[in-house]
């Protein structure tokens, strides 16, 4: 097999990770997309804006919206107004969303881990280290 362009490359892993990953979470009705906001609001210290959550993804506030539409729909997430913002609002887990995202981690974590057979633990952390720089590197040249 022939070796991919980096840009290619790295699209075509991301397409096939979401694929693969999907049947994690298909009982939950959530998608590989929704979990990765899940997984946001999850470790946010308290609500967040809508922009706030955008920014983690990187993704623009257009694309959040359906998502965040979404999961409000499921019950997993709610807004509430922003205090410091009366044009604003701020996402948080409703307490389901809370529930969902802890019944779903022990089986992402499961999902993760059978990624070894690939790569060692090793070369895994190796490889997220590199594309957090990348993405650091790439963020840093936008402004």
Do not use: C
């Not at 990770?17 to 049947?23: F, G, H, N």
């Not at 210290?45 to 998502?67: D, F, H, I, Y």
């Not at 499921?74 to 409703?94: F, K, V, Y």
Request: proline share 4%; aromatic share 2%.
């Amino acid at each position: 097999m022939p070796d991919r362009d980096l840009v290619a490359g790295v699209v075509q892993l991301a397409n096939l990770l979401t694929r693969k990953l999907a049947p994690v979470f298909e009982r939950s009705n959530v998608t590989p997309q929704q979990w990765a906001v899940l997984s946001v609001l999850a470790a946010a210290s308290g609500p967040m804006t809508l922009a706030a959550v955008a920014r983690e993804m990187l993704v623009s506030k257009q694309n959040m919206t359906g998502m965040i539409a979404r999961l409000e729909q499921l019950g997993l997430a709610e807004r509430g107004g922003d205090p410091h913002d009366l044009r604003s609002s701020r996402l948080a887990l409703t307490r389901r969303g809370r529930a969902v995202v802890e019944k779903l981690r022990p089986a992402y974590e499961e999902w993760l881990a059978s990624l070894g057979g690939a790569l060692s633990q090793r070369d895994l952390q190796s490889l997220a280290r590199n594309v957090n720089r990348l993405i650091e590197a790439l963020e840093s040249t936008e402004e």
